[in-house]
C-alpha cells in the first residue's frame, strides 16, 4: 500500500494551499533518487530532476505540445525544439537553475509529460519560473505539484521572490498562480502579458 505524504509548509513562511498532497499519493524511487507520483486516476509517473540525458524525451515531449502551449510556455511561437536548445534546458548549472521532470515509465524510453524549473538571477535574490505540463494529463495537479516544489526549492536557496511572466490569455496559469498565492499584474510596456510573483 502507497502510503499518503502530508504536505507540510515551513511555518515561517505564507504556505501554499495543500490542493496537490490531496490528489497524488506519493513515494520515493528507490533506484533513481526521484519520487513516485501516483494519480488518483492511477496512472504513475517519476518526479525527479532532470538529466542531460533527457533530450530526446524533451523533443518528443515537444511535438506533442500544441501551437496554443508553446505560445504560453516560450511567451512567442515555435515550430521545433532544436537540439542545441534541448540539451541547454537539459544541461542545467545548480547553482542557478533547478528543473523537475515528470516522467512516464510506462513507455519505453520514458516520456516526459511535465517541466518546471527556475532560472536564479543572485542579482536580486529572486528566480524566474516556466512550468509546462502535457495536455493528455492536465487538470489533475501536476502544475500545482510542479510550482510547488519550485517555490519549496527557491526558499531552500534563501530567495526573496519567484515571479515569471504569463501570457493574459493564459487563465489556467494565472488561476494557477491565483490559487497558489502568486499576485498579477500588467506590464505597461509588454501589452498582453502579466508579471506573476509570490513573495517567499
Ligand atoms: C498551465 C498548466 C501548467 C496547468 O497545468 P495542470 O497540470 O493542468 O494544472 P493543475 O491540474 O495543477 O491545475 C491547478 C489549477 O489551475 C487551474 N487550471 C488549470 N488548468 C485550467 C484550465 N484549463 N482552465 C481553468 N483553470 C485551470 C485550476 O484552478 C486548477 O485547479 P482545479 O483543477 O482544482 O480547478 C498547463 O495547462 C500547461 O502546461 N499549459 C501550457 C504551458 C503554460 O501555459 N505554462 C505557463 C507559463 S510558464
Known amino acids: 500500500m502507497i502510503p499518503a505524504i502530508d504536505f507540510v509548509a515551513p511555518t515561517s513562511h505564507a504556505s501554499l494551499p495543500p490542493r496537490s498532497a490531496l490528489r497524488f499519493a506519493r513515494r520515493p ?16 509517473l517519476l518526479l525527479r530532476a532532470i538529466d542531460p540525458n533527457d533530450v530526446a524525451a524533451m523533443q518528443r515531449c515537444f511535438t506533442r505540445l500544441s501551437p496554443e502551449e508553446i505560445r504560453r510556455r516560450f511567451l512567442h511561437a515555435m515550430s521545433e525544439l532544436p537540439a542545441p536548445m534541448a540539451q541547454q534546458l537539459c544541461r542545467i548549472d545548480p547553482s542557478r537553475e533547478t528543473a523537475f521532470v515528470l516522467m512516464d515509465e510506462s513507455f519505453h524510453p520514458a516520456e516526459m509529460r511535465g517541466v518546471g524549473r527556475i532560472y536564479v538571477d543572485d542579482t536580486t535574490d529572486t528566480a524566474e519560473f516556466s512550468v509546462l505540463v502535457e495536455h493528455a494529463w492536465s487538470r489533475i495537479g501536476l502544475g500545482a505539484l510542479l510550482m510547488q516544489r519550485l517555490v519549496d526549492d527557491c526558499r531552500r536557496r534563501g530567495l526573496y521572490e519567484l515571479w515569471g511572466y504569463v501570457l493574459q ?32
Open 29 to 44: 524511487a528507490a533506484a533513481s533518487g526521484g519520487e513516485k507520483v501516483l494519480t488518483q486516476d492511477g496512472r504513475e
Open 169 to 200: 490569455e493564459n487563465r489556467p496559469m494565472l488561476q494557477l498562480c491565483k490559487e497558489l498565492g502568486f499576485t498579477q499584474r500588467a506590464i505597461p510596456d509588454e501589452p498582453g502579458t502579466m508579471l506573476i510573483t509570490l513573495k517567499l
